[in-house]
């Protein structure tokens, strides 16, 4: 059975940092990556990774503030962020799937995803 679970949203104020966590269980070899999305706006592809750490892509709107790695020994996604905006204030979203289409996580079939943590950045 497969499942993908975040953690590590919360409240932060802007110029901070927060580091998001995500599980992939029954997964292996997959590319894994970030989505967000904002109330009213469509999703946005944030970072992928491919599945060995070799190669990782980044959005031009996060590229420079966001890092994205894995822990394949742990089945483990993070992604660190640092000096958060509070346009970056969005639910955030975890990804498996086959390969990286840019800085989105892309499938043949569908990707997994996680359940989504928040991410507050105030002024």
């Known amino acids: 059975q497969v499942q993908v679970v975040e953690s590590g949203g919360g409240l932060v104020q802007a110029g901070g940092s927060l580091r998001l966590s995500c599980t992939a269980s029954?997964?292996?070899?997959?590319?894994m990556g970030w989505f967000r999305q904002a109330p009213g706006k469509e999703r946005e592809g944030l970072s992928c990774?491919?599945?060995?750490?070799?190669?990782?892509f980044y959005a031009d709107s996060v590229k420079g503030r966001f890092t994205i790695s894995r822990d394949n020994a742990k089945n483990t996604l993070y992604l660190q962020m640092n000096n958060l905006k509070p346009e970056d204030t969005a639910m955030y979203y975890c990804a498996a799937g086959d390969y990286c289409s840019g800085s989105s996580c892309a499938s043949r079939g569908s990707n997994y995803w996680g359940q989504g943590a928040q991410v507050t950045v105030s002024s």
């Open positions: 029954g997964l292996r070899w997959v590319a």
């Open positions: 990774i491919t599945w060995n750490g070799g190669s990782s």
